[in-house]
């Protein structure tokens, strides 16, 4: 007898009910698989489904498909209204005759190099077509533009010379351009068979941005990591000559129930008559989860092929808002479902009540082949509200990490930041054997002396560019990794290797045994940055070389961890055997899945790390970690408002990326750990509040402890520190295990926290990354997920140990504490009476609740000649003295203006009761792109007021207005 929480399928009027105890899934089988409705058992809603078609392709019909390889680009005018008053139309550059051997090289208009590319801003983009002469009274279609994101609103098309067409968009999601080209028409008329085509495009409006992330910055400080080898970007240019597609209809022919129980599975077989192919849609379910599973496998027994362009699982009208989704990612109806593809390649679209998963195979069907498509993942909250949660639940269940029992504690040294670099950024200096033997003499010396320990030693750059993977570079490393392989088996850690998963420049790119792999037509010239330069991960013989060339160093240089970089999954070379632009994706990212799963294979234990170029959650099944949030950002960033130190900054920065990831599981977020070298690359900060960068990375709940050298690899007193925090979090893995965003909110300008418990004890991570004194509320109770207890003991870790005493014995669960600005602290709260961990002994403190002397803005006036600023005022500095503040903030058009290496744009001078004081910059002279610089100057005690002078000299645009503030933050004792 069937349970009511079994699987179930029961027959209703025609049609099937999938049942479980979360979820009722309704399907028609008359004619066409449509669903009708969906239930949430938990939530109590149900959704009503409108033209919900559960399975359609699109065939290939094209006579001939003409790719388009690559383009000339340039950009010119910033906010012209009128297309035909910009400055590139006037100068004819939609004309053939022009000569474009000057602009840059690239694989589509949208591989924009920056990350900041302004909306207003045109670009021209021209390229070359060959029409060939029997195609003279076909009718043909010219394929322009992207789908949504990286992509231009507006595309004004020409072909040799004439406008045949423009597109303008509003709508998130949409279609590319589509320009029908009969004969007899006008457009069709210009068009030069047997020769050269012309064709130029007049681009504006790019969407480098979302209405989410506008709402959270809307002066523009934070970028999206919109560079082309980021995001894919999803720009088609192709002419089709004939018909594109052919959608056939697929009609039910059959049933069949399979499990029910534990496990239901149920089949509905379908059959379309254009080209005789068969399909089996297959549900599975389980008992206990809160998932309903479906795959198509397609069948091909004709004896002709038919080459799959387009798959849509599923194409629902539905009767409450969507969330917008995207490739890789969910859409959440309702918050109390979701839809999504369990494949990175993979679209869940939403838009206007309307949800469509989608995939883009471009797959030759042969006679009796087989292809199965994607697996679309539909899940149900237990509660309205939770729909998210529940999708997170969902990939921590299935997720590498937890499958291969990866979640625990994991410590990585990296050694990137360890050695002198003069070049910087350029990284022209690379690792040496020497240099790193010596590295990691001072580590060992570090696991000896204050028993700070690795699980692995990670080593970038090592790759001989001219050679293959197997071979380390022979003028850095002539033995390979013997003597670093030795000399880390005496420390017990792991090799690991880090490598750019698709670049030239950071990988193999001068072996001309890949040269095929490139993933446009270098023809068309080099783009400005060479460092986009890439190749096709899904072409031999570049698949086979860098999967056999790890798979060798796990083998023989007992490599056990594994960092990819900078994945490229977008191709526009026509002579791959994969279809070139959208179509590529999904062949690029199934081949390096192909990559990690035989890299698993070989070993299970090895640990795969994922950075730029991965940004799915569904990477997770395949990987351990993923670092790409989809912003701008990395562990040397500086935040985009002014801070204190500019190690704050770059915690707030991921601390908002940790927030803006919220599809992907903590366990499975990598934040890039604490970087500690004074290298350009990590915008000169040095070691500089390296603990207040730990303390919130310890408590992001990633299970993760790395940091990224400097020279000397620390003092003895902070590494044994460091030591410390290893193995409380090591001890306390239950408790790291599970963070939680508890106050606050990292965008805002607001105090904000997490909380790590195992239900019995919490870790508590503060930060107050604002200019005032805060009191925040701890809630050491069941609405931060701790059991109720009635007196609680607090310990703080970070600054300054202590026991915190209150007015009695013991404290409540709900108590409040006062941070100073910019205070981050790391406290650990354990029922009344028990020991903190690692029994450590502290000295007892007061629990910090109000401050003698606040915190405080002042009021300056300020005066601007030409490219001086001035100030003065009065300051009263009290009994203890202090910090003084002063911030420059940048700015254009009312959007914040990011310059580069930012400490060469001032220079500034302090007088304090007239006398030369020093001023500390707050951002270093080599520097990612900032916009603000501050300056530090420390302040004695004084029982009258202080009268300060401050100038300011900029060498800044004069269109750049700067806006300057003043802090004092009294010293507390």
Known sequence: MMSRSDCTVVDHEGGVTLSSAYFRYSLSLEEELRALSWENLGSGKKLNIADGLEFEVDLDAA??????????????????????????????????????SEWDGCQSPVNIESFRYRKERYRWARTHAFLPEEDINTPLTLVIGGIGFLDFQYIRIFINGKEVGTRETTDRWHEPAKVLLTPGSDGHSCLRFGQDNIIALQLTGFVSRTERLNALDPHEGRDMASLGRMYPAQFEQFFVVGEAFRTPVWKVIGRQVVKEGEQGEFIVELKEAECGLFAKAIYTWTRNSATLHKRVE??????????????????????????????????????????????????????????????????????????????????????????????????????????????????????????????????????????????????????????????YYSIQFWVDYYGDVERARPDGFPEGFKQIKSALEKSGSSLGLWISSSLSAWG??????????????????????????????????????????????????????????????????????????????????????????????????????????????WWLLHADTLFESGLALEASTPSTSPTLYARDGVTLGLDQAHWW????????????????????????????????????????????????????????????????WMAMMREQTACFAHSTLVIGDPWKVEPYGYCCTDGKRAFIALNNCTWNDALVTLRVNASWGVASKDKWDLYRWHPHKARLIGEKSGHDPEMEFALRPFEVVLLEAVPFGEPPSLNENFVHAPLPRTFTEPSRQ????????????????????????????????????????????????????????????????????????TPWQGWRIDVQSSSADREYELAVTTNLPEEIEVKFSGHFIPRSL
């Open 858 to 929: 002042l009021t300056i006036a300020v005066e601007h000649i030409d490219n001086v600023y001035g100030m003065e005022g009065k300051l009263n500095t009290g009994e203890y003295g202090g910090t003084l503040i002063f911030i420059a903030q940048m700015y254009k058009d009312a959007l914040v203006e990011k310059r580069t290496r930012l400490g060469t744009h001032f220079s500034v001078q302090c007088l304090l009761d007239g006398q030369n004081v020093h001023c500390q910059p707050i951002i270093g002279l080599k520097t990612y792109p």
């Open 661 to 724: 990831r919220d599809d992907v599981p903590n366990l499975g977020k990598d934040s890039l750990g604490v970087w500690l070298s004074n290298w350009e690359w990590n915008s000169s900060i040095g070691v500089e509040r390296w603990q207040e960068g730990f303390v919130m990375d310890m408590c992001r709940g990633s299970l993760l402890f790395q940091p990224w050298s400097d020279k000397e690899w620390l003092t003895s007193p902070e590494r044994k520190q460091m030591a410390e």
């Open 508 to 617: 193999i790119g001068g072996n001309p045994v890949i040269a095929p792999a490139l993933t446009y037509d270098g023809s068309y010239g080099a783009p400005s940055n060479p460092r986009i330069i890439a190749y096709c991960r899904a072409t031999e013989p570049f698949k086979s070389i860098f999967t056999n060339g790890f798979r060798f160093h796990m083998k023989e240089n007992n490599v056990g961890l594994l960092k990819f970089d900078d994945a490229m999954a977008i191709c526009h070379n026509p002579n791959h055997d994969h279809f070139p632009g959208i179509y590529s994706t999904e062949a690029i990212q199934s081949a390096i899945i192909w990559s990690l799963n035989r890299f698993d294979e070989t070993d299970p234990d090895v640990f795969l790390m994922l950075y730029w170029g991965y940004r799915s959650p």
């Open 298 to 455: 397609v069948s091909n027994p004709s004896e002709h092929g038919a080459r799959i362009m387009n798959v849509r699982l599923g194409s629902y009208r539905v009767d409450e808002e969507v969330t917008e989704g995207e490739q890789g990612f969910p859409v959440y109806v309702d918050d109390s479902f979701y839809l999504s593809l369990a494949h990175p390649s993979g679209w869940a679209i939403g838009q206007d009540r309307h949800v469509i998963l989608r995939q883009y195979p471009g797959e030759m069907l042969h006679s009796g082949e087989k292809l199965n498509t994607m697996e679309a993942v539909l899940g149900v909250s237990e509660a309205k509200g939770g729909a998210r949660e529940a999708f997170l639940q969902h990939i921590r269940s299935r997720m590498r990490r937890t499958v291969r029992k990866h979640d625990r504690l994991i410590t990585i040294m990296e050694s990137f930041g360890s050695w002198n670099n003069e070049k910087e950024l350029d990284l022209g200096f690379w690792p040496t054997e020497p240099i790193i033997l010596q590295h990691i003499g001072h580590v060992t010396e570090g696991q000896v002396q204050e028993g700070c320990a690795f699980d």
């Open 63 to 100: 006579d001939t498909r003409i790719w388009i390889p690559g383009w000339k680009v340039k950009d010119t005018d910033e906010g012209v209204l009128d297309p035909n008053l910009e400055s590139g139309f006037q100068e004819g550059f939609s004309q053939p005759y022009l000569n474009d």
